[in-house]
């Protein structure tokens, strides 16, 4: 069965600092791995990484996909208060289902 | 291009009664996935659907079922509610499997289920 795991579960920083996030997964023949932003509605899509596309940046946000360790990790630089939300992180395998992990909730303070 | 469009966003049933839930996906797409969400779980997968056919489907007891019409959209059914079954349900549109952009997932706002 596929499996994903985000750490750390929760995160509190102050505006300005940069966030680490990470996500780990199992899944029989990797297909991609999704990031998503949940603030009080349904989840918005940051970025796809997938076998040859395993860098991905946004403005502030970047991700990276490690294969070799079956992880990856998004970054946010210079936070702001409005990049506080749970950030979920999916995986898709040999089926187009997406399994997600139970998400980091972030929260960015003054 | 308008985005996914999910109704009754809010929805308030009794146990033993049923509902369904609608759901139009982006223009061009033909897939739509759902996904129940609740604090306890997190988001699992329910069902996908493409060409009106059901392509895969979740671990989720026989109460559950859906179904897609000819232009796309999609319909999800719960029979014989229980307190459990309240959630947030989520319907996902993505294109088809022969695109390369085909797991990029884009969700509804959802549709909140009260079962009390």
């Known amino acids: 069965e596929d499996k994903v795991v985000q750490s750390p579960l929760s995160l509190v920083v102050h505006e300005g600092d940069t966030v680490t996030l990470n996500c780990s997964y199992e899944v029989t023949n990797f297909r991609s791995l999704l990031w998503y932003k949940q603030e009080k509605k349904a989840p918005t899509f940051l970025f796809m990484l997938t076998s040859s596309g395993i860098e991905k940046k946004s403005g502030r946000l970047s991700s990276i996909l490690d294969k070799k360790e079956l992880s990856s990790i998004l970054n946010i630089t210079a936070t702001q208060t409005g990049d506080s939300a749970i950030y979920l992180c999916?995986?898709?395998?040999?089926?187009?289902?997406?399994?997600f992990g139970t998400g980091t909730r972030l929260q960015v303070t003054l | 291009k308008a985005g996914v469009t999910q109704t009754p966003r809010y929805l308030i049933k009794t146990r033993g009664q049923q509902v369904t839930l609608s759901c139009s996906p982006i223009s061009g797409h033909r897939s739509v996935s759902w996904y129940q969400q609740t604090p306890g779980q997190g988001l699992q997968f329910l069902f996908e659907?493409?060409?009106?056919?059901?392509?895969n489907k979740g671990n989720f007891p026989g109460r559950f079922s859906g179904r897609q019409f000819s232009n796309s959209r999609s319909e999800m059914n719960v029979s014989t509610l229980e307190l459990g079954d309240s959630a947030l349900y989520l319907c996902a549109s993505h294109r088809d499997r022969g695109s390369s952009s085909y797991n990029e997932q884009f969700f509804g706002p959802g549709t909140r289920l009260t079962v009390l």
């Open positions: 659907y493409f060409s009106e056919t059901q392509r």
């Open positions: 999916a995986v898709s395998g040999t089926a187009s289902k997406l399994t």
